[in-house]
Structure formats: structure tokens, C-alpha cells
T-cell receptor, first 118, second 114 residues
Framework: EAGVAQSPRYKIIEKRQSVAFWCNPISGHATLYWYQQILGQGPKLLIQFQNNGVVDDSQLPKDRFSAERLKGVDSTLKIQPAKLEDSAVYLC????????????????FGEGSRLTVL | AQKITQTQPGMFVQEKEAVTLDCTYDTSDQSYGLFWYKQPSSGEMIFLIYQGSYDEQNATEGRYSLNFQKARKSANLVISASQLGDSAMYFCAMSNQAGTALIFGKGTTLSVSS
């Protein structure tokens, strides 16, 4: 079974430029997450989708970050314009099933997209 | 609000020794889940072990066990017989209030030497 795919793996941009990250979850997984992991810290949830609807985007800086999951499969996370503090690894995760409690750790993560903002 | 605290930035252990990674949590929920993930240098988060708040027995998965002390709100990870491949970042996490996502601690770097 193919895992969570993310691209690009690495991206270097200058501040005020824009960047987009793509995620393809495990086939059939209804829930998709974007986490931001700043160096030396644990992952922080940015946004959670259930199929193509947003479940939680309370920690997404909406003035510069946007995300979509058209058709309930792939997802794109965009940053525009980027700031220096956006330098981080952006992790995509997915899990099977519909809405419900996380119970047995079924979150499957991709390898992440590392962003450096100069 | 839920919070996870990992107070050990780094831990060092020799091969074949056991090591305990500390994790304390804060929540007002009665029902929650506790997790440990491993993050090697490749960056991928690998699920290791899960403990439900109502589980009476400590969870075990191979060389990993979770020392769950509910009254103290601690969920320490014990790795027995450490191997060189165990060198990685380890994150403790818990389910958020809605129960649909995970909240992570800051992590502990484990270094295993021969």
C-alpha cells in the first residue's frame, strides 16, 4: 500500500514570495491533516479536512496561508506571501474512516516538505 | 486546553540498555488517547504505541511499552534493549478536545551508541 506522498521535499524561497505544497493521502483515507513543524518543536496542526470539507482551521494564519482539498483526495497548502518565520517542515497526514475519535493512532504521515524562507 | 510536556531535550543510552522518555499531559477530558511517535532524520513520523485513558493495562508493542500513570498524568515511553536504529526524535502526543486530531509535545532526541 502506497504511503502519504508529499512534494516538493525541499523548497527555498525569499520572503514575500509564494509557495505551494501538495499532498496525496493514502487511498481511501477520508481525513487529511496539515501540520507545521518548526525546528526543535513538535508538529502543530494547521488544518484538518474531512473529505473535501474543513473540520478545523483555527490555527491556520489565514492572512497568508490557504489550503484546499478539492474532490476530497489530494490537497494543496499555499503560503503567500511567505515570512521568515514560515521556515519549517510541513507534514501531511491522513487517516481512514469518517468523523470520529482518534483512538488507535491511525494517523499516517508523509515525509514532509521542508521550507526555507530567506 | 490540552497540553503535552516533554522535559528531556536529549537522552543518551548505550546499545542493549533500556531507556525511559518522559511525558506529562494536561487535560480536563475523561476520555483521551496518548501516543508516541518516532521521527528519524528522514522526517517521517512513525507511530509506535497507543494508550487509551480507560485502558487499565499499560500498552506494549514489541520493545516499546507505555508506563501510564493516570493520577500523575504521565505517559512515559520505555524502550527495552536499545538498538542503534532507535536514534531519532520521539514525540509524545494526545488526542485534542474534539478527539479528531493529535497535539504533540516538543520531542526528545534519543542517541544510541555502541
Amino acid at each position: 500500500e502506497a504511503g502519504v506522498a508529499q512534494s516538493p521535499r525541499y523548497k527555498i524561497i525569499e520572503k514575500r514570495q509564494s509557495v505551494a505544497f501538495w499532498c496525496n493521502p493514502i487511498s481511501g483515507h477520508a481525513t487529511l491533516y496539515w501540520y507545521q513543524q518548526i525546528l526543535g518543536q513538535g508538529p502543530k496542526l494547521l488544518i484538518q479536512f474531512q473529505n473535501n470539507g474543513v473540520v478545523d482551521d483555527s490555527q491556520l494564519p489565514k492572512d497568508r496561508f490557504s489550503a484546499e482539498r478539492l474532490k476530497g483526495v489530494d490537497s494543496t497548502l499555499k503560503i503567500q506571501p511567505a515570512k521568515l518565520e514560515d521556515s519549517a517542515v510541513y507534514l501531511c497526514a491522513s487517516r481512514p474512516g469518517l468523523a470520529g475519535r482518534v483512538n488507535t493512532g491511525e494517523l499516517f504521515f508523509g515525509e514532509g516538505s521542508r521550507l526555507t524562507v530567506l | 486546553a490540552q497540553k503535552i510536556t516533554q522535559t528531556q531535550p536529549g537522552m543518551f543510552v548505550q546499545e542493549k540498555e533500556a531507556v525511559t522518555l518522559d511525558c506529562t499531559y494536561d487535560t480536563s477530558d475523561q476520555s483521551y488517547g496518548l501516543f508516541w511517535y518516532k521521527q528519524p532524520s528522514s522526517g517521517e513520523m512513525i507511530f509506535l504505541i497507543y494508550q487509551g485513558s480507560y485502558d487499565e493495562q499499560n500498552a506494549t508493542e514489541g520493545r516499546y511499552s507505555l508506563n501510564f500513570q493516570k493520577a500523575r498524568k504521565s505517559a512515559n515511553l520505555v524502550i527495552s534493549a536499545s538498538q542503534l536504529g532507535d536514534s531519532a526524535m520521539y514525540f509524545c502526543a494526545m488526542s485534542n478536545q474534539a478527539g479528531t486530531a493529535l497535539i504533540f509535545g516538543k520531542g526528545t532526541t534519543l542517541s544510541v551508541s555502541s
